[in-house]
């Protein structure tokens, strides 16, 4: 519904003072990073990303974001039917403690890794005799990428699951289906477009994490790269060329991932609308 009891003047000043801070903040950014990225041509940006030690980054960085969504979308899942279908001590902890990524610097979560799995700790030293390596390697990106990116799938599905209820999986299991057909058939289907707008949201946050896995990481070129520390590393190194074909690469997944949290965003609207007016059981 559209406001017209303030004055005129009232409606335009909100409206160029937030279409100022869009051009200034997001879009002026933005477009100086495709200017930079295509300023030598066609055949410099394709080498800036063509490089290998690139290419690593964008492998690593993939792989990262997919281990950290796997994990994220079966916590999540689990934890929202936890907190939205029981009653249990600890639930408004369980609650916070999903909310925690969301208040701790992730420089911070990459320090608390670091000294969790460091030499200077019994676990740490542990792993290194048994040859495991956490920090400094793959897992240690992983893991820390994961945190960060932790309460994404579980603060989107849980009011997706409240809105929706419990009547469809009731009535399945009062006619014989198992709790696996229940959920497979029943629950998923009814919570599907929150799990999607979780994952697009835990993915995209995954892609373009810095500060945890600069601290996890050793910026070991080649090896421990993501596509954000490369575009730092090759900033640094004055290849501002290459830096900017890889930050457009990031860039162009931000734009992707807009228009499907548009989309995914819109359904899921009307999936909440739709389960709001469904008529409460006689």
Request: net charge neutral; glycine share 6%.
């Amino acid at each position: 519904m559209s406001r017209t009891d303030a004055p005129w003047w009232v409606r335009h000043f909100l409206i160029l003072s937030a279409a100022g801070f869009v051009a200034v903040l997001l879009v002026a950014p933005a477009a100086n990073v495709l200017y930079e990225a295509f300023l030598k041509g066609p055949s410099a940006y394709l080498k800036g990303i063509a490089d290998k030690d690139t290419l690593h980054a964008i492998f690593l960085t993939s792989v990262v974001a997919l281990i950290a969504v796997a994990i994220n979308l079966v916590f999540g899942v689990a934890a929202s039917w936890a907190i939205t279908k029981y009653r249990f001590p600890g639930k408004s902890l369980l609650i916070t403690l999903i909310d925690i990524p969301f208040s701790v610097s992730p420089v911070v979560s990459g320090l608390i890794y670091v000294l969790t799995f460091g030499l200077q700790s019994k676990l740490g030293q542990w792993l290194d005799n048994q040859n495991v390596q956490i920090l400094y390697a793959a897992p240690g990106i992983a893991i820390a990428t994961t945190f960060v990116t932790f309460p994404f799938v579980a603060r989107e599905v849980m009011p997706v699951m409240e809105a929706v209820g419990s009547d469809q999986e009731e009535a399945a299991l009062t006619l014989g289906a198992s709790a696996w057909q229940t959920f497979w058939h029943v629950t998923l289907p009814n919570i599907k477009w929150g799990v999607i707008y979780g994952v697009i949201l835990c993915g995209s946050r995954a892609m373009g994490e810095f500060g945890a896995v600069s601290v996890v990481s050793g910026h070991i070129t080649g090896q421990t790269d993501t596509m954000s520390l490369r575009v730092e590393k090759l900033y640094q190194e004055y290849q501002t060329q290459a830096a900017f074909s890889v930050a457009s690469l990031l860039l162009f997944l931000a734009f992707v991932t807009l228009g499907i949290k548009a989309a995914v965003e819109w359904r899921l609207r009307r999936q909440l609308t739709d389960a709001a007016r469904k008529p409460e059981p006689a």
